[in-house]
Nanobody, 121 residues
Framework: QVQLVESGGGLVQPGGSLRLSCAASGSIFGISNMGWHRQAPGKQRELVAAITSGGSTIYADSVKGRFTISRDNAKNTVYLQMNSLKTDDTAVYYC???????????????WGQGTQVTVSS
């Protein structure tokens, strides 16, 4: 019953900014870690950023200083603010969340459908 829906992707010029969001809905007892991954054509999927329920964050070296991950626990939503975008940032971005869907349920890793980010002049 859990669903993750991403939004905010699109086409932007190098140096521009985008803000991605991902809202979790459905049967949710609690959410642990949330994060963003991306996959570019011909490349393997990689972790972009992650955030714990307490607000601790980690970032891939390639995006440090440019991207910021945040979350709104009341809205079950995670965000990715992307600044100073480069052509190498072009990829499909996927959000994920580790969720306990019900009391007594197991923690399960859920994934969104992905949103395309294209950085091009």
């Amino acid at each position: 019953q859990v669903q993750l829906v991403e939004s905010g992707g699109g086409l932007v010029q190098p140096g521009g900014s985008l803000r991605l969001s991902c809202a979790a809905s459905g049967s949710i007892f609690g959410i642990s870690n949330m994060g963003w991954h991306r996959q570019a054509p011909g490349k393997q999927r990689e972790l972009v950023a992650a955030i714990t329920s307490g607000g601790s964050t980690i970032y891939a070296d390639s995006v440090k200083g440019r991207f910021t991950i945040s979350r709104d626990n009341a809205k079950n939503t995670v965000y990715l603010q992307m600044n100073s975008l480069k052509t190498d940032d072009t990829a499909v971005y996927y959000c994920n969340a580790v969720i306990r869907p019900r009391i007594g349920g197991s923690l399960t890793d859920y994934w969104g459908q992905g949103t395309q980010v294209t950085v091009s002049s």
